[in-house]
Every structure is written in C-alpha cells, then in structure tokens.
C-alpha cells in the first residue's frame, strides 16, 4: 500500500469558527474566570442528564478529587474500581489515603463485572466506581443493588460517556454522582476540564465550596452585577474551579456533541466492516444489555504479534494509536502499596496484554477508516505463514 503523508492521530478536537467566536466573546467581555458560561454549562448538563445539580471543575480528575473528599474517604477506608480503567481513579483513592480494591472486567467488552463489583464490597468499602469505557455503559443496575444493600454511593466515572445511554437513561441519568472528562480527546472538550452532576443537594453545595478554597460564594456572585465581595470560609477547599474561556467552548461543543457522536458511530461501523473477519484481532464487542455507546474510542486486541511491534508498523505508514489503559494493579507504585501481583485478575491482564485504541475522531474522513483498515490487514498478513 501507498504511504500517506500525513500523520493520522488518534484523535483530533472538533473546534472550528464557532468555538473561536465564542471565546473571543468572552475575552471581549471582560469576564474569562468562572461566571454566566460556566453557569449554562452546568445547566447543559442537568438537562443532559436528569440530574439536579451540575458542578463544573478544572478536570475530571479535580472532580474525583473532590467527591472522594466531600464523602469523607479516608484512611482505613477501601473504594471498589475496576483495574481497567486510567490511573488518575487510583491516585485519588490513594492520595486520599484509602485502598484501592480492584476488580476484573469482561475481556471482551472491557466492561467491569459486577458480580465482582459486588463480592468485592465489604464493611470497610466507601463507594463504588464503575467505569463507562470507550463511551459504551457499565452494567449500572447490579452494581447499584449491592451498593445499596452495603449502603454506599455508586461514583460513575463518565470520562467517556458525554452522550451514553444505558437501559434508556443516558449515564448520569440513574440517580448516581457521574464525573464527567472534557479533555481534548474526550466526545467534547474544553481544553481541560470536567463536570460532576449529583441527585444530592448537600453533596452538590459541599462540591461548590471544597472547588474554590471552600468560599460560600463564587467569583461570579461576589463580582458580578447585584454581587458583594464578602465571603467567609468553614472549610478549607482547593483551586478547581473551570474558567468562562473554557466553558464557553463546551457550550458551543455541547450544541454539536449529537451530531458528533453520530459521526463517530458511523466511524466505528466502518471500521468493523472493514475488519470483519480478519484473523489476528478481535474487535471491540457490544454489551449485552441494552444501550446506547457515544463511541469515544476503538479499541481492538492484537492477538497474533507483538503488540509494540503492531504499533511500530503502524507509526511506519504514518497512523498514531492509543493505549487505554494498562491495568492499574499493574502499575509499580500500586503493586509496591497495595502488594497486588498479576494473576489476579484474568480478563482485565489478558486484555491489558493487547489492547490498542485506534483512530477516531469527527473529522476523520471515510478514507482514514478505509487506509487504517488496509494497514491493519497488510501488517497482520505478513505475520501468517
């Protein structure tokens, strides 16, 4: 096959003029830190959701952060989360001070088991993280019913899932607290940031304050028209408040993010036609129960090669890869703290073993699916005999 040119990322953000005229309003405005933008995001995602309340931060991992926190996780405290899933859920537990317990997913969806979700849970366990990965749901409702039999809080992580829906809510939706990623390779993006969305009115006010240094009023209502400058503080909080640059861009990205989504889905069917049957590697499967995936990555498995040498290929005819993720009680510093060793979770390290994510993003054109599916093909043909 003929080498393109020009390098294919694994992802690419979708910002065109109307992105670039919304933050340049809002320089012109003369208002750029947290005010009215970040309010209408917010109140994007509490009509996304269903959810009443909407807590925007700095990043994804910021609101993990601060749930753990508001929730009062500690020492001696354990939180249940998948080990397939990215290392910032388990830096926040361990920061926190508490043990992360790890639990296996599904080698073939990538999603958690909930059976083992649910033996994991013992008298010392404080949440549950499920995690939506590549943008298609975990299994919410078991999950859910043993949480609740424990008497603990679901935590979703949704880095993955703006636009997911499960059993016909979309994720969020289901009276949990969701965590939501705007970095630039997620469905929408801010450049950096995140959302955390609540059915907990308490939870949600605790949320407010521990964002910004744990002052009872925000910039907005101190500064703004009909505001006053005093505040006081009962708690000390951190810095993670999202700025009004940043929500002006996912404003305008939350607007697109049906049509989007629809353009990955499309990406995704073109890719599983283009690889159907190919032997060497096994294509991202669909999970049983019934939902609706907003497709944030192709993930496929190499099962015939080396997976580096895999990626070198492909970096030779100019195509770039994900990784998502290495298991995390893999990972050195888990292993040295926790003291888990590999063999104890199958699906997850067989997975972990070959996983590649390749590229997808809404401006790909139909011929980037059809030149990375040829240079799939090509590469695992030379492996056979």
Request: net charge neutral; hydrophobic share 40%; proline share 7%.
């Amino acid at each position: 096959m003929d080498i393109r040119k020009e390098f294919l990322p694994l992802s690419r953000p979708e910002l065109d003029d109307e992105e670039i005229d919304a933050v340049a309003a809002c320089l012109r405005s003369g208002w750029i830190t947290s005010g009215p933008k970040v309010a209408e995001l917010e109140e994007r995602f509490r009509s996304l959701t269903g959810a009443p309340h909407a807590v925007a931060v700095a990043s994804a991992t910021a609101g993990m952060h601060l749930v753990l926190a508001a929730l009062g996780v500690g020492a001696g405290d354990e939180v249940v989360t998948p080990s397939m899933t990215f290392a910032s859920t388990v830096n926040q537990i361990a920061l926190r001070g508490a043990r992360p317990v790890f639990v296996d997913s599904d080698y073939a969806t990538l999603q958690v088991l909930p059976g083992e979700a649910a033996r994991a849970i013992t008298r010392r366990t404080r949440a549950v993280i499920p995690v939506h990965f590549a943008g298609a749901p975990a299994d919410l409702d078991p999950i859910r019913d043993a949480a609740d039999r424990a008497g603990i809080p679901v935590i979703e992580d949704a880095a993955h899932a703006v636009g997911t829906s499960y059993r016909g809510k979309p994720a969020g939706g289901h009276g949990n607290t969701a965590i939501y990623s705007f970095h630039p390779i997620k469905n929408i993006t801010t450049g950096e940031g995140g959302m955390v969305t609540c059915f907990d009115g308490e939870l949600a006010k605790r949320l407010r304050l521990l964002r910004f240094h744990g002052i009872e009023r925000d910039a907005w209502k101190r500064y703004g028209k009909g505001g006053t400058p005093q505040y006081d503080i009962r708690e000390p909080g951190y810095k993670y408040n999202l700025t009004d640059l940043q929500a002006a861009l996912g404003v305008v990205q939350m607007g697109k993010v049906t049509r989007m989504n629809a353009r990955r889905a499309a990406l995704a069917a073109r890719y599983r036609d283009g690889l159907a049957g190919v032997a060497g590697i096994d294509l991202p499967a669909s999970p049983p129960y019934p939902h609706e995936p907003s497709w944030h990555l192709f993930i496929v498995k190499v099962t015939s090669m080396d997976r580096d040498a895999f990626i070198g290929r492909l970096a030779d005819r100019n195509i770039g890869v994900g990784l998502h993720f290495p298991p995390c009680h893999l990972l050195t510093y888990v292993r040295q703290r926790f003291g888990t060793k590999e063999g104890e979770l199958p699906g997850c390290e067989r997975a972990g073993a070959r996983i590649l994510s390749l590229p997808l993003f809404p401006g790909m054109a139909d011929g980037d699916v059809d030149y990375v599916c040829a240079a799939v093909r090509e590469i695992l043909s030379e492996r056979r005999p």
